[in-house]
């Protein structure tokens, strides 16, 4: 069955509806295409037992790891995309993120694009998704025009202590920019938002931000249950002509002048590589050989900070984070990353993640008195590090790096902690099967020998394609990639517009 649009996104996540409203008022006929359907509200929406131990919402997709095993990367399948279940952390990359810098295991190569050459951008992202913040409170935060349309989300008073007890050790917290309104939030239910699925306007993710704005405009529509097999080009191979989908069992084929690639960093990398054709045998827009290289996925650590004596009342709890040793730490010599805190961890969430089978009592217990925190440091881009197709499965060859700076990062946090009143520390260092902020697999640069795409998010080879996901991103920087990819991608919008 064949279909006609002007433009065609694949994707409904952060990037392909930023994407979505950025074009949206052109009146061109833009048409979604999202594997997924609508995520609809129930009782298990913000039923800890059902998302953490039942997994209700987890995929059964696997992908393989190249020693041979297959794993559960985590990804989800809506109308939404992976935000549906995200923190809402809207973090911009700091200044010094853009520029080449060393780290402890290597350097960082910076990005062809300066912070203020996307700062409007991030403005942009930051409205749309109605963030809350402050621009005074984190050193380390950059030059913003001007302040966040809404203050921060209050901390509760368990927090607020912990807030103070870190100032008087000589930490600087700093309220998180968070993408929550959270008097909407807590009306459905008194849980915390992080990993929780956002069924209303409480957490405004992908769906709830950009896609709802897009959706106001009749030029606009998204075909659910639409699962991207391939893209198909003229002989020439400089446009795409088709996306070749199957729905309900039925192969589609939709043309249109311009398509968009925005399924994730690793989504995206692998349909391109489906794609190749004569014109492009190695995978659509390959010429560089750097689809599907270069992956990054932070080095990333939970915490739990437990004061026997002084229990945690909060509900939500994610309100703060530090990043006193984000940029060149004091110590080492070299910027280490970012602490925040996680949502609330409930006895239940703790009993689903115990590296051990615990009882329900004792988990509520211990949960009871702990804070959980969440350390990131940067991934550094490999080309050795990458995502590639064998026989149609996904295979990941993730090369982990700065990892000593990592662990740095959690050594200081330690001290911090126990210095702050909090004896029990605990850790659990996430493994190089978790694809939580997977990126770069396409990256942007000005040189076709070295990149994918071009500044505007532009493939250097196809005329008429674009990636609009955290697979363009050249560094992984320490924070959550989030408002960065909403940022691109309302970019490149503004491009493809300017075009006509």
């Known amino acids: 069955m064949a279909q006609t649009a002007d433009i065609v996104i694949i994707g409904s996540g952060i990037g392909g509806a930023s994407l979505a409203y950025s074009l949206a008022s052109s009146g061109r006929r833009i048409v979604i295409l999202e594997r997924g359907g609508y995520l609809k509200d129930s009782p298990e929406a913000r039923d800890d037992v059902a998302i953490f131990q039942k997994g209700f919402y987890r995929s059964s997709e696997e992908w393989l790891g190249t020693d041979g095993e297959s794993f559960l990367p985590g990804n989800y399948y809506y109308v939404g995309g992976n935000s549906k279940f995200y923190g809402a952390v809207m973090y911009r990359y700091r200044a010094q993120d853009f520029l080449p810098r060393p780290h402890m295991d290597g350097a960082s190569p910076g990005w062809p694009l300066s912070y203020e050459e996307l700062a409007p951008w991030y403005d942009a992202a930051e409205t749309v998704f109605q963030v809350r913040g402050s621009t005074q409170q984190?050193?380390?935060?950059?030059?913003?025009?001007?302040?966040?349309?809404?203050?921060?989300?209050?901390?509760?008073?368990?927090?607020?202590?912990?807030?103070?007890?870190?100032?008087?050790?000589?930490?600087?917290?700093?309220?998180?920019?968070?993408a929550v309104d959270i008097d909407a939030w807590l009306k459905r239910a008194k849980t915390g938002w992080d990993a929780f699925p956002g069924t209303d306007a409480g957490k405004i993710d992908a769906?709830?931000?950009?896609?709802?704005?897009?959706?106001?405009?009749?030029?606009?529509?998204?075909?659910?249950?639409?699962?991207?097999?391939?893209?198909?080009?003229?002989?020439?191979?400089?446009?795409?002509?088709?996306?070749?989908?199957v729905k309900d069992g039925v192969e589609h084929r939709i043309s249109a002048d311009l398509f968009a690639v925005a399924a994730g960093a690793v989504q995206s990398a692998a349909l391109m590589l489906r794609s190749a054709n004569k014109a492009h045998p190695t995978g659509l827009g390959n010429s560089s050989d750097q689809l599907g290289r270069n992956f990054?996925?932070?080095?990333?650590?939970?915490?739990?900070?437990?004061?026997?004596?002084?229990?945690?009342?909060s509900v939500y709890q994610k309100t703060i984070a530090f990043n006193d040793f984000y940029n060149e730490d004091n110590e080492f010599g070299f910027p280490l990353g970012n602490v925040q805190l996680l949502g609330h961890i409930t006895g239940n969430i703790l009993k689903a993640n115990f590296p051990v089978p615990a009882p329900a009592w004792f988990t509520r217990l211990l949960a009871r008195y702990a804070y959980?925190?969440?350390?990131?440091s940067e991934d550094l881009p490999s080309p050795e590090s990458r995502v590639m197709v064998r026989d149609d499965h996904i295979v990941m060859h993730w090369v982990r790096t700065n990892m000593r700076a990592h662990e740095a990062l959690i050594s200081k946090t330690r001290a911090v902690m126990r210095k702050a009143g909090f004896p029990i520390v605990l850790t659990h260092t996430f493994g190089r099967k978790t694809t939580s902020h997977q990126c770069g697999t396409a990256r942007l640069g000005n040189d076709p020998r070295t990149s994918v795409v071009n500044l505007d998010c532009r493939s250097h080879d196809v005329e008429n394609l674009y990636v609009t996901?955290?697979?363009?991103?050249?560094?992984?920087?320490?924070?959550?990639?989030?408002?960065?990819?909403?940022a691109l991608a309302i970019k490149a919008g503004a491009s493809i517009s300017r075009q006509g």
């Not at 931000?209 to 529509?221: C, I, R």
């Not at 996901?469 to 909403?486: G, K, Q, R, Y």
């Open 207 to 245: 769906e709830a931000g950009p896609l709802a704005q897009a959706l106001k405009n009749p030029n606009v529509t998204v075909i659910t249950g639409a699962s991207v097999s391939r893209l198909e080009t003229d002989e020439s191979g400089r446009r795409v002509t088709a996306a070749v989908y």
């Open 138 to 178: 984190d050193a380390t935060e950059p030059f913003h025009a001007k302040p966040y349309d809404f203050p921060p989300v209050p901390d509760e008073p368990a927090i607020a202590s912990v807030r103070k007890k870190l100032e008087k050790v000589g930490i600087h917290p700093s309220s998180l920019p968070l």
């Open 469 to 486: 996901d955290a697979s363009v991103l050249p560094t992984s920087a320490a924070v959550n990639p989030a408002l960065t990819i909403s």
């Open 372 to 376: 959980g925190w969440f350390l990131t």
């Open 296 to 313: 990054m996925n932070h080095n990333t650590t939970a915490m739990l900070t437990i004061n026997p004596f002084s229990p945690n009342t």
